[in-house]
């Protein structure tokens, strides 16, 4: 039977550890309010960027364009996009376990395949693994800005350009609400116009005609880099709702099941001491009696 002693350092340990899962369960739910802002701000730009890059991919030549090109290589690279941080749930777990799945599916198909990895939790994870990685990114997170997609996104651009991967691949937690996220494996090169932004019907392109200044061709050129861009953007700032979302829901049922087990064991000690008192008053209770 453990000591009173030992039970009130405990029930202290419980008591500290809910204080502690309870500030950074706040301290995550103000983040979540200001990334929820940011990518719902986001995300119509980026999706109004996808329309005009659609409509302007059908009246190109798009052989002119190595954004636009679809190769026959067997060069496939996949971006990762986790965490730099801990103690939000399975975020990073669901994460880097699509991925790895992803890999050994592109693997069984005779694919090579390279990785590049956002984040320190799966840049410690795959580098465990025997899976190349081409580049990393760690401290992203900290300061998100536009400036960390326009890195990403030219790093991938340029090397895609250079004929180092023929596909790109992008695994990441899209955010849906503060208590749900979504893996989603998404395709960024080369970019296919029906299957990417969709035909032109759908988005609304069709029953009229646009002038463009200047022509099609120059827009392209200054678009689809900058498109990339924005999609990186839009891909960062849905990691990082998600993941203040995935932190907060699991630092809440942290600190509850703290409650828990705080009152479970103070109710133990509770009984042990009553128990510790009743056999102390019984040994007083026998000694006077052995005294008459």
Excluded at 46 to 71: E, I
Excluded at 84 to 97: A, E, K, P, T
Aim: aromatic share 8%; with cysteine; proline share 2%.
């Amino acid at each position: 039977m453990p000591s009173l002693q030992s039970l009130r350092r405990k029930i202290a340990a419980f008591k500290n550890t809910q204080k502690i899962t309870k500030a950074m369960k706040m301290v995550a739910a103000a983040k979540l309010k200001r990334s929820q802002d940011r990518i719902l701000a986001a995300r119509p730009y980026a999706h109004k960027m996808r329309g005009v890059l659609s409509n302007l991919s059908q009246r190109v030549n798009r052989s002119a364009y190595p954004l636009l090109q679809k190769r026959e290589g067997k060069k496939v690279e996949i971006l990762v996009v986790t965490s730099d941080r801990g103690l939000c749930g399975g975020f990073n777990g669901n994460i880097v376990r699509k991925s790895a799945e992803f890999v050994r599916q592109c693997e069984a198909q005779g694919l090579k395949v390279n990785l590049s990895i956002v984040g320190r939790k799966g840049r410690d994870y795959f580098r465990r693994r025997t899976w190349t990685i081409r580049q990393e990114w760690t401290g992203v997170f900290d300061k998100l800005s536009f400036e960390h997609a326009i890195d990403i996104g030219g790093d991938l651009t340029d090397n895609f350009v250079k004929g180092t991967f023929d596909e790109l691949h992008v695994v990441y937690n899209e955010f849906k609400s503060a208590i749900q996220q979504r893996v989603i494996v998404e395709k960024l090169f080369p970019v296919d116009a029906a299957a990417e932004f969709g035909t032109a019907q759908a988005e609304g392109t069709t029953g009229g005609s646009y002038l463009y200044e200047p022509d099609e061709a120059d827009l392209l050129n200054v678009l689809v880099p900058k498109h990339f861009q924005i999609q990186a953007y839009r891909i960062l700032l849905e990691s990082a709702a998600a993941e203040h979302g995935a932190r907060m829901a699991a630092m809440d049922g942290a600190t509850r099941n703290a409650g828990q087990l705080i009152t479970k064991v103070t109710l133990y000690y509770n009984k042990t001491r009553q128990a510790a008192i009743t056999k102390e008053l019984m040994d007083i209770v026998g000694g006077a009696e052995a005294l008459k």
